[in-house]
């Protein structure tokens, strides 16, 4: 499933977004599995490690402003803040 990703979308999309052409190195779920989004091809994207570092990160400081256990990034402690709002949700 993997190769056939990075043949099928050989550059991160994101970058593609900001005209910067980077190699896929890591299989994204566009909509995280954590939110309801689909295992399979038409939830997934090809991202680079910056890219996807960036948006797991969003994604886990998503999933603690909604008050859920998030894991450990880069070896910071993060409290879940319930109240804060964040990437406008
Ligand atoms: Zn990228």
Redesign the pocket.
Known sequence: MRAELFAREPL?V??LEADVY?LATQRDHVIPLAEGGRDDQTNEQG??E??HEAKSLAEALRGAARGRVVQNFGGRQRKPRPQSRIYGE
Do not use: N
Request: charged fraction near 10%.
């Open positions: 991160c994101k970058c980077t991202l680079c910056s890219c």
